[in-house]
């Protein structure tokens, strides 16, 4: 069954310190890749996204992913991160196939201290 | 953001009642999902919807069921609500590429 592993549920970072979030997923077909952020009482909102092209997305707040075909992976990465980054992130992924329907991981609580 | 809303946003019930919520969205977008959230496990699907009238299960399906009779308006109805049915539900639509989700309703069942 087609599965997205997020490797950490919660990381705690100093804030200015880089951070890395983890996902993998289970098959090497095509896909597309998503990364979500949800503040707290909020819905998910689009942080990137991965459809086609350069392996390096990036979004407009810094954040940054690398999608590994090899290692079936669309970590997320920040080099320098903020309070108010503090949020879950979700992982998904769209396989080929009808519906545009996702699967996600189970997210990854970030948590940023002065 | 895209146009989506939620109604009610929040609701208390008890268990054996039904329950409808109202996803509305003013993109036109052809594809409509209905997600459950909860600690430890993301977000699963429950049903979702590729046109009016054409709807289908997704992974967590069971005691849901859903409605399109308009573009804009996909409802999701617990029959006899039950206190596993306590989440956070979240409405998504989406173009050709992307899902874009609304503001959630937090369902409380007693």
């Known amino acids: 069954a087609q599965s997205v592993t997020q490797l950490d549920s919660q990381v705690p970072v100093f804030e200015e310190a880089p951070v890395e979030l983890r996902c993998n997923y289970s098959?090497?077909?095509?896909?597309?890749l998503f990364w979500y952020v949800q503040y707290p009482n909020q819905g998910l909102q689009l942080l990137l996204k991965y459809l086609s092209g350069s392996t390096l997305v990036e979004s407009i707040n810094g954040f940054e992913a690398e999608f590994n075909k090899s290692q079936t992976s669309f970590h997320l990465r920040k080099p320098s991160v903020h309070i108010s980054d503090t949020a879950e992130y979700f992982c998904a992924v769209k396989y080929s196939g009808g519906y545009n329907k996702l699967i996600f991981g189970a997210g990854t609580r970030l948590a940023v201290h002065p | 953001d895209a146009g989506i809303t939620q109604s009610p946003r929040h609701k208390v019930t008890e268990t054996g009642t039904p329950v409808t919520l109202r996803c509305h969205q003013t993109?036109?977008?052809?594809?409509m999902y209905w997600y459950r959230q909860d600690p430890g496990h993301g977000l699963r699907l429950i049903h979702y919807?590729?046109?009016?009238?054409?709807?289908d299960k997704g992974e967590v399906s069971d005691g849901y069921s859903v409605s399109r009779s308009k573009t804009e308006d996909f409802l999701l109805t617990l029959e006899s609500a039950t206190s596993s049915q306590t989440s956070v539900y979240f409405c998504?639509?989406?173009?050709?590429?992307?899902?874009?989700f609304g503001p959630g309703t937090r369902l409380l069942v007693l």
């Open positions: 919807s590729y046109g009016v009238k054409d709807t």
């Open positions: 998504a639509i989406s173009d050709s590429e992307t899902q874009y």
């Open positions: 098959s090497s077909v095509s896909v597309y």
């Open positions: 993109e036109n977008h052809r594809y």
